[in-house]
């Protein structure tokens, strides 16, 4: 059974950073697509990072570009988001996402057959 759970959200002050962790089980993290959607209260859900399967190419929001960084240790099969330069606005539930392609528009949500459950990043002074 394919399965991915999300930890490291919790709360952190403007300008703070935190670190995702998604471990996966159920299948092998070589062969994925696999990255994070986030949604903010009251928003839709928004692509934020993706990394490619085939050559560990990655895809960044521009609202996050220069402050998240992504990386796959496939040893432990988990996919970590570096989140630096925390602002009030990347507030909210972030998910980890997983297909196995090809996808087309890495910010279409409904590109990714597997969903984590969530985990709550709050950014508040």
């Not at 490291?8 to 994925?32: E, M």
């Not at 570009?65 to 099969?77: E, H, L, Q, Y």
């Not at 970590?80 to 196995?100: G, I, P």
Request: hydrophobic share 35%; aromatic share 14%; charged share 20%.
């Amino acid at each position: 059974q394919l399965q991915l759970v999300e930890s490291g959200g919790g709360l952190v002050q403007p300008g703070g950073s935190l670190r995702l962790s998604c471990a996966v089980s159920g299948f092998t993290l070589d062969f994925y697509v696999i990255g994070w959607f986030r949604q903010a209260p009251g928003k839709e859900r928004e692509g934020v990072s993706f990394i490619s399967s085939s050559d560990g190419s990655t895809y960044y929001a521009d609202s996050v570009k220069g402050r998240f960084t992504i990386s796959r240790d496939n040893a432990k099969n988990t996919v970590y988001l570096q989140m630096n330069s925390l602002k009030l606005e990347d507030t909210a539930v972030y998910f980890c996402v997983a297909d196995d392609g090809p996808i087309h528009d890495y910010s279409d949500l409904y590109e990714y057959d597997y969903w984590g459950q969530g985990t709550y990043v709050i950014v508040s002074s």
